[in-house]
């Protein structure tokens, strides 16, 4: 083997100075070196990708923790109970992880709903409520669904849930309806993005029984990961700059089937149609620009190495 063929394997994306080799074996080398240097790429990826991958499980499992993911909504009357005159029923539907604790106990009474300046426990009416939390202590690793009935004054502002007891957690609070890893990439829940897509959320998507079951679904898998990925974006500006250029083609496809009126057919039409675009843009797009890349013939001309098929075809007419 020459000096020069020595030189092109030793080095993949540097070209080769050497002219003494026929137009087959030149074409054969440039093959070779475009398929290492897709191996390399495919590779890179996915050592990125397992990195990432473990970088975020490790996050989310260096603590023991509870998490408590809620949201509430009012309600004028629950069975035969209606609220006293001047207040309203708060009905809080809530998820609680346990990750490292075994005696963690969703009773009721531990529950405390902070509304203005005061603090309010469950009120009777939480009982007829077919998933109600109950006296029951959720195992290590798993997770329970439930439902709490507070009442507060129609003119008290909902603050937040806390649970209370004896023992000590680490516990943390998500209130569901936030646009968490918008919030963070943009900095405030007021900023334009974050608002479009709030209204598309609460005046589209969630007034459809379609939209609604949708939701319930998606919540329960974007508040899984969604924290991690938001606490990261808050503490890092330039994770924040990421965010942005990732989140814009996001909403300005969701932004295209925002309309007037809203029917069953026309959210689950639009859902299909923006999801398929956001397929093409976050899939396609990505793969069709690593096939390119794939095809790398040499340093400053990375388009022309398809033409090595037909260097080929000529050196075997030759």
Request: net charge positive; proline share 4%.
């Amino acid at each position: 083997m020459s000096a020069g063929c020595e030189a092109r394997q030793a080095c993949l994306f540097k070209p080769c100075s050497e002219t003494g080799r026929s137009p087959k074996a030149t074409a054969y080398a440039d093959r070779v070196r475009c398929q290492m240097s897709q191996r390399i790429l495919k590779r890179g990826i996915s050592i990125l990708l397992a990195l990432f991958t473990f970088s975020a499980i490790t996050l989310e499992t260096q603590a023991s923790q509870v998490t408590i993911s809620w949201s509430w909504k009012k309600q004028n009357q629950i069975s035969v109970w209606t609220p006293a005159a001047g207040k309203t029923f708060i009905v809080v539907t809530a998820t609680i992880s346990v990750q490292g604790y075994s005696d963690f106990n969703t009773n009721p009474f531990n529950f405390k709903l902070d509304a203005d300046s005061s603090s309010y426990t469950h009120h009777t009416a939480t009982y007829a409520l077919s998933d109600h939390f109950s006296h029951e202590v959720i195992p290590d690793g798993s997770s329970r669904a439930g439902t709490l009935v507070f009442e507060i004054p129609v003119t008290a502002a909902v603050v937040g849930l806390r649970y209370q007891s004896f023992s000590q957690y680490n516990i943390r609070y998500m209130q569901r309806g936030r646009c968490i890893i918008a919030t963070a990439a943009y900095g405030s829940e007021m900023a334009a993005p974050v608002q479009a897509l709030r209204e598309i959320r609460d005046n589209q998507v969630l007034t459809t029984f379609a939209g609604a079951q949708f939701m319930r679904v998606f919540d329960r898998f974007y508040y899984s990961f969604s924290p991690t990925i938001a606490d990261a974006i808050a503490l890092n500006p330039a994770f924040a700059d990421a965010a942005r250029i990732v989140l814009t083609p996001f909403i300005q496809i969701l932004g295209l089937f925002r309309v007037t009126g809203v029917s069953e057919i026309g959210v689950i039409l639009g859902g299909l149609a923006s999801t398929t675009l956001i397929g093409v843009v976050y899939l396609m797009l990505p793969l069709f620009l690593m096939r390119r890349l794939r095809l790398i013939e040499r340093l400053g001309r990375p388009w022309k190495c398809p033409k090595m098929l037909g260097s080929l075809k000529i050196a075997g007419a030759k």
